[in-house]
């Protein structure tokens, strides 16, 4: 069965050629011109990625809403926004609610595509790995590369795809500082520093919020990160 791509856009002409050129690569769409008419829908399926604005109509903050409700029902949802609004405060909302990717509107659609295809891979890559690296332990941390899942002393980190991807990097190398080319390399990203930050702090909250003393990825200034093999 093809992938189903939700798109949530409130100018039609413009969602009928994000679904056109999808469709054209295989892909199953929906298309939703409101939160709540996207909401609904999500309630009854998820699909297998989700394509959101973020001012819908008179919902200014529409998008960034339905985002935050999405990662409340999946944690590993892929999740990209594309959207006209692009000041740096923005983008970092968008990354902090845990969306994978944001993307601007004067983005080619080959480019759009590209960045779609990529994340598809990175979930597909990640369910199905290798058998000898199904499972990472350091420590306390435990990632699963088949149900591509996180905990830390037990309890479920709720990572997106993204940051799996960048803990499980940073994991298999403890000491080892990775540079923010690495991390998009190994995630198969295109980022700038500032949204590599904003991941990183993303990702360190969510172990925080379950171990307030968690310090198991460390800056090194100038460099990169590194995972803190010592955490115990």
Known sequence: MSQHIAIVEDEAALAANYRDALERRGFRVSVYGDRAGASAAFGRQLP????????????????????????????????????ARDSELDIISGLRLGADD???KDISQAHMLARIVALFRRVQALRVPELREHLLEQGPLGLNLERMTAHWRGSLVPLTVTEFWMVHTLARHPGHVKNRQQLMESANVVLDDNTITSHIKRIRRKFQALDPAFDGIETAYGMGYRWNGSQG
């Open 48 to 83: 297998d990625l989700a394509i959101i604005d973020v001012g819908l109509g008179d919902d200014i903050e529409g998008g960034f809403e339905l985002c935050r409700e999405l990662r409340s029902q999946s944690p590993e949802l892929p999740i990209v926004f594309l959207t």
């Open 102 to 104: 944001y993307l601007t």
